[in-house]
Each structure stands twice: as C-alpha cells, then as structure tokens.
C-alpha cells in the first residue's frame, strides 16, 4: 500500500497489475467523503491511499523495489505486509445485519430473518450499487415509505442504485414502481435484487427518462442536491397533483435552497435529520 499523491489513480493501478496484482482498492487517506460519483468518473479523495493485493506464493524479494520505481516511490514509502486468506466475498456478513426502519419495513441480507411477525421484509445482499440502508440517506427514505399509505400507489424510484426504495415501496403496497438511473451496474442490481424479492412483474427499469410514465402518485429521488435542483421542473412535473415527494442525498446547510427549488409545485418540509443529512418531502399542490 501507498499514498498517490499526485500521482495518477490508471497509471499506478496498472503498474500494480502489471507486476502481478490480483486486485486494487483505493481508500480514504484523511477521512474525507466522497459523494455518489457519474457515470464513469473515477472520483477520489485528495488523499488517497492504493492498496495492491498480491498471490504471497509468487511475492520475490525484487517485488517491492521494482514496483517501488514503476510508481516513482522511494522503496521504503511503500508498506507491505501478510493478509491471511479468507473467504473475501463473504466478508461483508460479519458486519452486514438485518436493519428496521419504521414500523415494519426491514431490509436484510439473505442469510437472516427478522423475527418480528408483521415484518415487511426487502432481501437485499451489498452489491455495487448504492443503496442498502446503512446510509443515512437511504434509511430516512425507507422510514418515510414505510410511514406512507402506498396501497395502489404508482411510483418513481429516481436515482434508484440498488433499487431498494422501489422495490421496499412494492413489498409495503404500491401497485407499480419504475426505476431509473444513467449507472448501467444500478439498472442490472435493480432488476436482479426485484427477482430475488419476487416483484419484478411489478417493477420496470428504465436507462432512459423518456421511459417513466408522465404521471405518478409517489416520487422519490435519492440524488444529490444539485442535481435535484437541476432536474426540479423533470421530478416535480412526473408528480400528479396531490401525489407525494420525497427527496434526500441532500446536506444541511443545502435544505433551503432544494426547498425554494421546488416551493413553485410543492409544499416541502424537512422529514428527517440525520448526521449531516436531511430528506425533504411533501405534496404537489394543484
């Protein structure tokens, strides 16, 4: 492992795998967040740390100085060390547990049950989409579906990663969900994780905007806020008059100024805050 620096992010990578690397992660060197990139962009921390995987049986010992001088590092600024072997794509299961928001609304992974009897259960197994309720973001978005009446609702799950308000949404009632997102991996997560919840008769996905219907009852966008303000005559107009908004992936200090976006079709007020973010709802007026 190594900090880049300035170096850049493909060219270290590939001299990583060039001298042998199975696998290259990049990791926050300053606790610093990073937010939900586009698609295609490799977005980093301005401190980023490299760490290169390598087979222990076919390490030499002109490893490190000769990936050392391929990244333009003095030998001794490069740290090496023993990983044992372990089932790596289980790991996630030692940390990743069942999760309640609301009243009844769950989403666990598949090796779990919650035990409460009128649970409202979304299987959901991390993935690389966005979207599996440890976020803030996306928890105050599943307590507020799960406090809403969605019985015979339409909706749009804007933004949607893995799916998961979309499909939440259908398992607590709603008639019909379309899901939209410009990730490709969100699109394949989406219709995968509405299989394995057994609602995807219900649920369409759409890698184009044209594809939504002109008109829903509920619409949630889990974005960032100046995308939201961006796209706020897009979201508020697929809103029939009466239906209900949802928005988050919002900061504090951005609430007044997603509010005033959307005040000319919505009355819109905070629904939660929880560490440095906020989720906004509420109705298009007629």
Known sequence: SFDLDWRGPEAAEAACFDHGALAVTYSDAS????????????????????????????????????????????????????????????????????????????????????????????????????????????????????????????????????????????KLGARRAFAFDIDPQALIATRDNAMENEVADRLTVCGDVDALPASCDVLAANILAGTLIELRRELAGRLRSGGRLLLSGILAAQQLEVTEAFQQWCDMGRFAHRDEWVALSGSKRS
């Open 31 to 170: 606790d610093e967040p990073v937010l939900e990139p586009g698609p295609g962009e490799m977005r980093l921390w301005n401190r980023t740390r490299l760490q290169a995987l390598f087979d222990a049986q076919r390490v030499v010992p002109e490893l490190i100085p000769a990936l050392a001088a391929a990244v333009g590092l003095a030998a001794e600024h490069l740290q090496a060390r023993a990983v044992a072997d372990r089932i790596w794509e289980r790991e996630w299961l030692r940390d990743f547990h069942a999760m309640s928001f609301g009243r009844r609304l769950w989403v666990s992974p598949k090796h779990e049950s919650p035990e409460a009897p009128d649970a409202v259960v979304v299987r959901l197994d991390p993935g690389l989409a966005f979207g599996t309720g440890t976020h803030a973001t996306t928890a105050m978005c599943l307590t507020w579906l799960d406090g809403e009446d969605l019985e015979d609702r339409i909706i749009i799950d804007f933004g949607c990663g893995s799916g998961v308000l979309a499909i939440a949404a259908l």
